[in-house]
Structure formats: structure tokens, C-alpha cells
């Protein structure tokens, strides 16, 4: 059994405890925590679990690196503390330990990422032996290995678009949503998730990842941009108001232009309430859904809707998020120690698991 750890017990890190749980290679050891209201709580009720299993959370970082864990699932934010995630996440690497998170988006695309987040995690690497992979679902395998896989089934291939639909009153983050994302402000507030070259910034990568995929060069990266206002005050179930006039709807696009046309597209929707920018594409049903639209011949469309915790989409791509780095865990263990993207590791099958309850 792999022991293994979870750092940090937000809204992936809820997942990733019960991924761990129930890989069938994979022994939850410790957990860690931030938060000095966890520490000492049992990681099954941290994990939603109805159980207890025996990890009780901690904060002492020296002292769980100490027991020498071979694989560390690094849940904590790298939104607002990139410095902070890279620091632990090397501190990880160096105590030998595989690392799996969805937290640092420079690195997705890690053979593009800046000297100054790359070149740590290889120094990190040299030094202790371990390796780190990063992906998650946006950016992750909705715009990297699920859309390269139905490409495949192209005869002729003229775009390849990605895109995330979501109500945003049902994401678990009020401050991103609000302040980050900006819904809910003046429409002269400037949104720092979608200010210029922040959205190449963040998926710029993938587009990068499919163009390497697929054999082409890029001419360039573009985005567009698009937000409407709330045509009346909306009342949501989680976060409160939102009031008339306020930001509703955001859409913006990162294309990958080749030979002077996008044909590498990621496109987000996202809305405060369904009731604002009807006409942009919508879900099919339900709360939000990430689809890929593979335009030429055959049309190809598939849409993937993930649900957990009660229901909720958001939650849902969380674990799929998760399950994909947890997945990654024990074929990172038997290759050579470095810095990984998802053309590297396969999407596996789920060995061990079919037909296996959580114990």
C-alpha cells in the first residue's frame, strides 16, 4: 500500500480524502491542515465521510514529511498564494514524495511554464527524487485529454472547442465568485480572473498542450470577452443576493489561432442565475456541465455532467479532478522522478474499482 497524505481539506480536499480511501493501492496516512479548527478532527469527518478512519488531522508539516510519505495529494489554494503552494509543494518533492495537485496553472503546461516556477521544482527534484504532476477539470482533462481522445474520431477536424457552462451561485468559493470572477459587482469593476492576459495565463497552457498533441503550430493566443448585467435583483440559495444592474454572466474565449484562424478554442460561460444572457449556451440541465465540440466531419459533441456531495456539479468536477490525479499516483511512482503534464501520464482505467464500495 502507498501511504500517502492529503494536504489540505477545502473543496478538493474533501475528495481527495475519500479518492484515497478508496483506491485500492493507496493508504491514507496523515492529513494536513491550515486551519487550527481542524486540527485534531478525524480525516472521515473532514472527508464527509460517515466514519471515522483513524488519521487525525495535524498542521505539523515537518512532522508528517518526516514518516517519509511516498505520495502527497496538495489540495490547498494556489489562487491567492502561489508563492506559498510552489513552497510547499517543493518541500514535498524534496522529502521524496510523488505530488499530485490541481493548484499551480502555470504548470499544467509545464515545458512552457516561467524559470521561476519550473526551474524550483526540478532543483526539488535533483535533490529528493520525487515528481509532481498537475492537472484538474478546467484546466485539466476537459480541455486536454478528453478532447485530444474524441479528435481521434474525426475524419477532418476544423475546430476543436472546449467549454465550461456553470451557474456560479452553486460554487463553494463566495470570494472567487464574487471578487475574483466578479459577479455581483459594478460593471466598471475590473475582475482580476478576467482582466487581460489573465485568462492566457490560465489556459493558455492547454491550448499549448492540444497544439502539441495535434502537430500544430500556433500563431498566436487571443482572447475575447463579453459580460452582461442582471436585468432584476436574484436571491440564490448559497450566496445571498445579487442585485439588478450588478454583473450577471461572463463569457470569454482563449483561442489557439492557426494559419490566422481559431481553431483551438476554450470558452467558459458562467452565470450568477440562469436568468441572465439567455442566449449564450447553456447546460442541458441542472447547474453546469464542461463540454467538447469537435466541428468538421462527423460533428462531434459530448458533454460530461458530474455530480457529488449531495448533488452538486461543482462538487462533481472537484472529484473528477481529483480522480484523475489519484488515479495518476501509482504510474508516476514507477517513472523516473520529474515534472509531468497530462500528455505524459495516461488517463487509466479504473483498475481495482469496478464494482467496489467505499469501505
Not at 256 to 278: D, F, K, L, N, Y
Not at 336 to 345: C, I, K, Q, S, T
Request: aromatic share 4%; glycine share 12%.
Amino acid at each position: 500500500m502507498v501511504s500517502t497524505i492529503v494536504w489540505g481539506t477545502g473543496n478538493v480536499g474533501r475528495a481527495a480524502i475519500r479518492a484515497v480511501e478508496a483506491h485500492p493501492a493507496l493508504k491514507l496516512t496523515a492529513v494536513l491542515v491550515h486551519d487550527p479548527g481542524k486540527v485534531g478532527r478525524d480525516a472521515g469527518d473532514l472527508g464527509g465521510l460517515d466514519r471515522d478512519l483513524g488519521v487525525t488531522a495535524t498542521d505539523d508539516i515537518d512532522a508528517v514529511l518526516a514518516t517519509g510519505p511516498r505520495a502527497v495529494v496538495y489540495a490547498a489554494s494556489g489562487d491567492i498564494r502561489p508563492d506559498e503552494a510552489l513552497a510547499d509543494i517543493t518541500r514535498a518533492i524534496r522529502a521524496g514524495a510523488v505530488v499530485v495537485t490541481p493548484a499551480m496553472y502555470a504548470l499544467y503546461d509545464q515545458r512552457n511554464a516561467p524559470p521561476e516556477l519550473r526551474e524550483p521544482v526540478l532543483a526539488a527534484v535533483a535533490d529528493g527524487g520525487g515528481s509532481l504532476f498537475v492537472s484538474g477539470v478546467d484546466p485539466g482533462w476537459g480541455n486536454d485529454v478528453l478532447p485530444l481522445l474524441i479528435s481521434g474520431l474525426g475524419t477532418v477536424v476544423d475546430v476543436i472547442r472546449c467549454q465550461e457552462i456553470f451557474d456560479y451561485s452553486t460554487y463553494d468559493q463566495p470570494d472567487s465568485v464574487r471578487y475574483l470572477v466578479g459577479m455581483g459587482q459594478p460593471m466598471d469593476y475590473e475582475p482580476p480572473m478576467i482582466a487581460p492576459t489573465v485568462p492566457t495565463m490560465v489556459w493558455g497552457g492547454q491550448v499549448r498542450l492540444m497544439a502539441r498533441a495535434l502537430g500544430v503550430e500556433l500563431d498566436e493566443i487571443r482572447e475575447t470577452l463579453d459580460r452582461r448585467p442582471l436585468d432584476s435583483t436574484v436571491s440564490t440559495a448559497t450566496m445571498g443576493d445579487f442585485e439588478v444592474g450588478t454583473q450577471g454572466a461572463v463569457r470569454f474565449e482563449v483561442q489557439g489561432v492557426v494559419e490566422g484562424e481559431p481553431r483551438i478554442v476554450i470558452e467558459h460561460v458562467t452565470r450568477i442565475h440562469p436568468s441572465c444572457a439567455p442566449d449564450w449556451p447553456t447546460p442541458p440541465d441542472g447547474d453546469g456541465a464542461h463540454r467538447v465540440i469537435i466541428e468538421g466531419r462527423p460533428r462531434i459533441e459530448v458533454t460530461v455532467e458530474a455530480t457529488d456531495e449531495g448533488g452538486s456539479r461543482a462538487a462533481g468536477g472537484n472529484a473528477t479532478a481529483v480522480g484523475r490525479l489519484v488515479s495518476a499516483i501509482d504510474w508516476l511512482l514507477d517513472a523516473e522522478p520529474g515534472l509531468y503534464d497530462a500528455l505524459d501520464v495516461p488517463l487509466r482505467p479504473a483498475v481495482g474499482k469496478l464494482g467496489r464500495r467505499q469501505p
